[in-house]
């Protein structure tokens, strides 16, 4: 063929492309409201049409510059191809769009947990460790209720679930899932490459992210990921904010590492390679829900410092610290590393704000006012406030541990404004020497001391010795039952100072009864009784009969009053009743012996001996129950 042949074939070959393009002109033609080229069917139309595109851009002589396409008049055959390029963009566009729109493989938020506790459970084999404390349920209570839903959905995941096996990726914690069947994801890199090429790289990527940030958006919606400016999360009442904290980690958990981490390997499949620089599809796709969703830690993590927040704080510290490396591996690019750095931001606040929280805790616990006493000596509110309180801060020891880095110290602790609140001397602290000793169970031992000098400070409250003994009895045997009930509370404090507070709850015992049962075992005494050397003739009975008196009024006055005190441990108040019996009833019996007939010789001898040995053993039961006596009803006839 000659050279004007040969250019004719071009040219008619060109022409034909131009005609094809046209047909398909969404503004001109209506074949292009009928379907769409890439409509997952039949293929011909969809391939003729891209190779019409090709067939033009090689028809023109200089590149066109990346941006809008250049438009030049040196002649019409140039023109026309332009034309027909705009055409064909426009359509491709819609093409484009349409594809994202609609092929989307249907996943559910439930499915997207389901593949999160697989995550878990394969790391916790071995897979890596991002996902250990995941595993564990992160710590906490909470994290411990998450774990055990997690672990009941994967149970029957694997049989319901859409989503296939074999269309995961998994890189450690991370799990990639197909959020197109691969045909679309072809179709998608076809027309990307043909628009970037023409210079329409800017449009494809705003589809693109448009498309992508819509879908990205439902998914937030569905796992309760709302949008709170920094002032609504910190207005909102702690129950309700509680609540969304249980959310969110869930919903960052599955953000992370199954939702944004899927939309980048997406953007990698339609657009690696193709000139599209510094992961521009994907950060648009996604900045926008990554700053809505690390906004609500953020709040949190700049709001009140109050007590009760401490262990949601550390759920999320805990949370964002296991992510952070999956953060790191999605977030890569320049452009979307300003995620990765305001997690890493947030979660040294969440750091610091746990720290605030612990030295909070403490000098709420030191300056707890002394207002009204417990009723009946009980276990004090605080008591067991701060007990569980420290329980739940042994259970997030490995984090705390990290975080807690400087030790109390007595002297900075009790300023002169403390000592005015708690109004007493401030109490020296000791702490266990031992060497491995770390400044968390520092922190556990200064606030068990402070808890223990807040107690001192409340037992003045009771107008009775014997029952301010009875209340500091019950709470530090209290605390000690507490410690020993945790291996990891007990292991961090120390033996040492667990044999202090042991002692401490047994001489308050003791205390107690020599404050009730001396001046009642005094009543028993055989001083002042004998009047001459004859025992059996020696007896003033004027005396005698005046000790049964004086023994009957302190103990009726002791089982009225004391039965309405309160010992809440069964086993503590069986042991302290023991205790009263061995001194109470031998000395009772044997006064009784040695005296019985001086008095049942006289006049109306039930007025003095007004109980038995068994009377008084069974009036003891009554003690420390915490509700009036039945005396009357339980004693025995003489």
């Known amino acids: 063929m000659d050279g004007s042949g040969g250019a004719a074939a071009v040219e008619g070959d ?62 019409a055959f140039h023109s026309s191809s332009e034309n027909a390029i705009q055409i064909a963009m426009a359509r491709l566009e819609d093409e484009f769009r349409n594809l994202l729109l609609t092929r989307p493989n249907e996943i559910e938020v439930d499915e997207l947990v389901d593949l999160s506790t697989l995550s878990m459970k394969s790391s916790a084999s071995g897979e890596g460790s991002g996902d250990l404390s995941d595993a564990e349920g992160g710590g906490g209570v909470d994290g411990g209720e998450e774990h055990a839903f997690l672990s009941e959905t994967v149970e029957g995941s694997s049989s319901s679930s859409r989503i296939r096996r074999s269309s995961m990726r998994s890189t450690r914690s991370i799990r990639e899932i197909d959020l197109l069947p691969s045909d679309a994801v ?73 939702v944004f981490s899927s939309e980048r390997r997406l953007c990698e499949r339609v657009f690696d390679g193709l000139g599209i620089t510094d992961d521009a599809p994907f950060t648009e796709t996604v900045r926008g829900a990554a700053i809505q969703l690390f906004g609500f830690a953020e709040a949190i993590s700049i709001g009140r410092r109050s ?87 042994s259970d997030y020891k490995p984090t705390l541990i990290e975080l807690i880095i400087t030790r109390p110290s007595a002297s900075s602790r009790f300023s002169g404004d403390d000592q005015a ?39 003045n409250l009771y107008k009775d010795t014997a029952l301010a003994h009875l209340f500091l009895m019950n709470n530090v045997h209290y605390i000690v039952h507490k410690m020993k009930g945790s291996p990891e509370l007990r292991e961090m404090i120390g033996d040492e100072y667990l044999r202090k507070l042991t002692g401490k709850f047994r001489l308050s015992a003791t205390s107690y009864q020599r404050a009730t049962w001396v001046r009642i075992l005094h009543c028993l005494r055989d001083e002042g009784i004998h009047v001459s050397g004859s ?19 302190a103990f009726e006055e002791a089982h009225k009053t004391q039965a309405i005190w309160f010992v809440p441990d069964t086993q503590l108040r069986e042991e302290l009743r023991i205790s009263i019996s061995e001194k109470l009833l ?11 007939q001086h008095i049942e010789s006289g006049r109306h001898p039930e007025m003095y001996i007004k109980y038995s040995v068994e009377d008084l053993e069974i009036s003891l039961s009554d003690f420390f129950e915490g509700c009036p006596p039945s005396l009357n009803n339980r004693r025995r006839s003489h």
């Open 14 to 75: 060109l022409e034909a492309a131009e005609k094809l393009i046209m047909r398909w002109d969404s503004t001109a033609s209506s074949a292009g409201d009928e379907r769409m080229l890439f409509d997952g069917g039949d293929r011909s139309d969809a391939e003729r049409f891209l190779r019409a595109v090709d067939e033009i851009r090689r028809s023109i002589r200089e590149p066109i510059a990346t941006g809008s396409p250049r438009r030049s008049s040196s002649s």
């Open 186 to 258: 072809d179709d998608l890199r076809s027309i990307a490459e043909r628009m970037i090429a023409a210079g329409y790289g800017r449009e494809c990527v705003q589809v693109y992210a448009g498309a992508r940030k819509a879908a990205v958006d439902v998914c937030l919606r569905q796992l309760g990921v709302e949008k709170h400016s920094i002032g609504e999360v910190q207005r909102l009442e702690w129950d309700a904010l509680e609540a969304k904290i249980r959310r969110w980690i869930r919903a960052a958990k599955i953000c992370v590492r199954i």
């Open 307 to 393: 007590p009760e927040k401490l262990f949601k704080i550390l759920d999320l510290h805990d949370t964002i610290s296991d992510l952070l490396p999956d953060i790191a591996a999605v977030f890569l690019s320049k452009s979307a590393e300003s995620i990765y750095t305001q997690a890493a931001e947030i979660l040294s606040r969440l750091a610091e704000a746990v720290r605030g929280i612990l030295s909070e805790f403490e000098n709420a616990v030191l300056r707890d006012p002394p207002k009204t006493a417990v009723p009946g000596g009980t276990i004090h509110p605080l008591t067991r406030y701060v007990m569980n309180y420290i329980s739940l801060i």
């Open 421 to 459: 609140a708690v109004g007493a001397t401030p109490p020296e602290i000791e702490f266990p020497e031992a060497e491995n000793q770390t400044p968390l169970a520092a922190h556990l031992i200064w606030i068990i001391v402070v808890l223990a000098h807040n107690l001192e400070n409340k037992a």
């Open 535 to 553: 025992f059996s003739s020696g007896v003033s009975k004027s005396m005698l009969r005046e000790r049964f008196r004086a023994f009957n009024a």
């Open 586 to 596: 031998p000395a009772y019996r044997s006064f009784l012996g040695r005296f019985r």
